[in-house]
């Protein structure tokens, strides 16, 4: 197994929908900050019902931590519900971004 194929396997991908007072407020230029202080690659992104979709990848221990800042209440806005998902990291992103 090669080493870039090791470090992908302690890769994790959390997929959270984020509900709440969380559009229009920072929420997602702060949740970007928490990303990279975590060295965590993804976006955040608006959606249509007024939630935030979060895809993180990163060290699992990182997308842990990250996961449990988003759940913290000292986010901008309020958090009502994180419906989130781990899975394999896939590697996509070189950032993390907002859309």
Known sequence: MAI???????RTRLLAIVSGQVQGVGFRYW?????EQLDLHGAAMNQPD??????AEG?????EDFLA???SGNSPGQV???DATYSRATGEFTRFGVG
């Open 69 to 71: 800042r988003l759940d």
């Open 80 to 82: 009502q519900n994180i």
């Open 50 to 55: 007024g939630s935030v979709k979060i895809v």
């Open 4 to 10: 870039d194929d090791e470090a992908q396997q302690d």
């Open 31 to 35: 949740t970007r900050e928490q990303a």
């Open 59 to 63: 060290l699992k221990a990182a997308v």
